[in-house]
């Protein structure tokens, strides 16, 4: 069974840094590329990041660009998010989700994590 | 980026009856979108894959159609555990961007 598990998140002031990790197992990790999706309470979904199966092209929604750094360790099957100069509007449930493709630009996501809580506040 | 409209943003509805939801693309996006059910608590599920082709493990009472900018998600016989938000998707372009979502209530 495919399964995917975020961690990392954590009530923070703004302008500080936090790392979320999603550990996967169940399927070939190092074949298919991964997303990051955030969704704010109540709101709708927001695209983060998406990072190819190799690590080597990654892609940022425009509101994250310059900030947040996705990326991804084979070995260990995991996907990683550094968030810096966090602000209040990036509180949200962070979802991983994996691509259907190796590469990130052109797929569905399928399945996704349960989700992991980013609270931005001093 | 493109844009996606979904209409209508909430409906309720009778078990055993049948919706149709659209999503409108600000662009022609071929067959690229895709369609996920989120119930309370939980986090989004694949529900349609480019725009019309089923999902294994999805009802067959759940289908996708169109192409190009309008699309739709038809539920028939609509069942309790139907009340969700329900997205569409579109990765023919980069961002990927999600409608606003529709939110369907079971009376």
């Known amino acids: 069974e495919v399964q995917l598990v975020e961690s990392g998140g954590a009530l923070v002031p703004p302008g500080s840094s936090l790392r979320l990790s999603c550990a996967a197992s169940?399927?070939?990790?190092?074949?298919?590329?991964m997303h990051w999706v955030r969704q704010a309470p109540g709101e709708g979904l927001e695209w983060v990041s998406g990072i190819n199966w190799n690590g080597g092209t990654t892609g940022y929604a425009d509101s994250v660009k310059g900030r947040f750094t996705v990326s991804r360790d084979n070995a260990k099957n995991s996907l990683y998010l550094q968030m810096n100069n966090l602000r209040s509007e990036d509180t949200a449930f962070y979802y991983c989700a994996k691509d259907i493709s190796s590469d990130f630009w052109s797929g569905w996501f399928d399945p996704w994590g349960q989700g992991t809580l980013v609270t931005v506040s001093s | 980026e493109i844009v996606l409209t979904q209409s209508p943003d909430f409906q309720s509805v009778t078990p055993k009856a049948t919706i149709t939801i659209t999503c409108r693309a600000s662009?022609?996006?071929?067959?690229?979108l895709h369609w996920y059910q989120q119930n309370p608590g939980q986090s989004p599920k694949l529900l349609v894959k480019f725009a019309s082709q089923s999902i294994s493990g999805v009802p067959s009472r759940f289908s996708g159609g169109g192409s190009g900018t309008d699309f739709t998600l038809t539920i028939r016989s609509l069942e309790p555990e139907d009340a969700a938000v329900y997205y569409c998707h579109q990765s023919g372009i980069l961002p990927h961007t999600f409608g606003q979502g529709t939110k369907l209530e079971i009376k």
């Open positions: 169940g399927f070939s990790f190092d074949e298919y590329a």
């Open positions: 662009q022609n996006i071929g067959n690229a």
